[in-house]
């Protein structure tokens, strides 16, 4: 199991939110982020930030640091390690089976991602056995769209795809292409793009805040 940073709220949780970071970061990355979501007083969402591995990355020259997946080689598509990817994504479905032993049901589960978690996150969440609550995409790309095994249980998944449109580390052309990908297989993901480089900002927080609102009903 993936060792996590958790923050819990203040009641019992009834829903959860596992937020993958990007390369060379960790789960402590976003946890300054969750009191600027808005969210009402209450809400009952647990928030689950695991850590990656320390791994190799061929694109850093070997440097061994956190990350989900090896980069091979910055071309436009990424070529990357297909059996860590994987890998990655099973770690992160048992972390959805422990919040669904700790009787969380799975339509109140949300994966995010950004960057490399993103990528992670995509696989993951379109690929689950049961019907989850959203997906949101941040700064990152759709690195399986040939690989992945869609589920039947989450073909109307919610999406989000959050970019920034001056971002040198992963070009916003990078998320338009998997938006549009995702839109070939059948789903109605929602694209937004704000001033910004490889990072967040506050106007994407509280979309991000939101969504999370709207889909786990928490007005």
């Known amino acids: 199991m993936l060792k996590c940073e958790i923050l819990e709220p203040n009641g ?10 990007g390369l060379g970061a960790s789960g402590h ?7 600027h979501l808005g969210l009402p007083d209450g809400h009952g969402v647990r928030f689950v930030f695991p850590h990656a591995p320390e791994i190799p990355i061929t694109i850093n020259g070997g440097m061994v ?3 989900w997946y090896d980069i091979l080689a910055m071309s ?3 070529e990357i390690d297909l059996e860590q990817i994987e890998s990655s994504s099973a770690a992160v479905r048992e972390l959805i089976q422990r919040e669904l032993g700790a009787g969380i049901a799975s339509e109140r589960v949300v994966i995010a ?14 690929s689950y056995a049961q019907p ?13 769209a040939r690989e992945v095994s869609l589920s039947d249980a989450n073909k109307a998944l919610p999406i989000e795809i959050f970019h920034g449109a001056r971002d040198p580390m992963v070009p916003e052309t990078m998320g338009h292409t998997a938006s549009q990908i995702l839109q070939s297989m059948g ?7 704000y001033p910004m480089q490889h990072e967040v900002c506050m106007e994407e927080i509280e979309d991000i805040g939101r969504s999370l609102r709207d889909w786990l009903k928490l007005d």
């Open 132 to 144: 989850l609550g959203g997906l949101l995409a941040l700064s990152t790309y759709f690195a399986t």
């Open 76 to 78: 436009i598509e990424r």
């Open 12 to 21: 019992a949780a009834d829903a959860a939110v596992i937020w993958l970071h």
């Open 187 to 193: 789903f109605a993901p929602r694209y937004r793009s």
């Open 113 to 126: 991602g950004f960057s490399q978690g993103g990528a992670v996150a995509y696989h993951t969440a379109l």
């Open 65 to 67: 640091m956190p990350a």
């Open 29 to 35: 990355d976003f946890v300054p982020v969750v009191p």
